[in-house]
Every structure is written in structure tokens, then in C-alpha cells.
């Protein structure tokens, strides 16, 4: 999740959709992206709300020594890692990542 300086967003926004995510879905281990913009409320129970949450699906949990920093880093996962610091890490506001293990998936099928 992560918030943005107005007078960065476009710059943020397509630099996430056009590089950040298409290089994150090359490395080995990843399997499906999305991202979401907050839409009417962004606080809710005195909580200023992130207007940007990413989110991405991982293989099994065996790849995630790949995908985090540590030795067993995929050097591909490093280089986007430190492309991201150089330009969104600077623009973030409230940012916040972490792995989490799927606790439950639902859908709902069309009638």
C-alpha cells in the first residue's frame, strides 16, 4: 500500500503500470498482478487509507526466499527492487509490503 504526492502521481501511476509490475511478473516465482486505486473514501475510522494497494500472487511459498531481501534474492527481484527505492521509494507516502499466506479465496460465479 502506499500513498503519493499529487504533483508525482502520473509519473508514479505509469511508471508502476508500464515497468514496475511487467518486471516484477518476468522474475520466476510471481504468477498475477493487480493494482487498485482507492475510490470514495480514503478514511475510515480515524485511518487515513493508502490510495494505492498492489497486489501479487506468488507460486507457492517455497519461492519467497527468491522474492525478498536476503542471500537467496533472485538477482532479477534485486535489480527491480533497487529500481523501485530509486523513484517510488522517494515519492511513498505510508508504504507498507509483506508476504501473506492465503487464508481463504472466493469467487463468484456468473449465473
Known amino acids: 500500500t502506499a500513498g503519493v504526492d499529487p504533483e508525482h502521481e502520473t509519473e508514479w501511476d505509469n511508471r508502476y503500470t508500464e ?3 511487467p518486471n516484477l511478473l518476468k ?3 510471481y504468477v498475477i498482478a493487480g493494482r487498485f ?3 470514495g473514501i480514503q478514511r475510515w475510522l480515524g485511518l487515513i487509507l493508502p490510495k ?3 497486489i501479487y500472487e506468488c507460486e507457492n511459498e517455497d519461492v519467497l526466499p527468491t522474492l525478498q531481501p536476503g542471500e537467496a534474492m533472485h538477482p532479477a527481484a534485486r ?3 533497487d529500481r523501485w527505492v530509486s523513484y517510488g521509494g ?3 507516502r505510508d508504504f507498507g509490503w509483506g508476504f501473506y499466506r492465503l487464508v481463504s479465496k472466493h469467487f463468484k ?3
Do not use: F, Q
Open 27 to 29: 522474475i520466476p516465482g
Open 37 to 39: 486505486r482507492v475510490l
Open 52 to 54: 494505492y494497494l498492489a
Open 90 to 92: 522517494i515519492r511513498a
Open 19 to 21: 515497468s514496475h509490475v
Open 79 to 81: 535489480a527491480e527492487l
Open 109 to 111: 460465479w456468473p449465473e
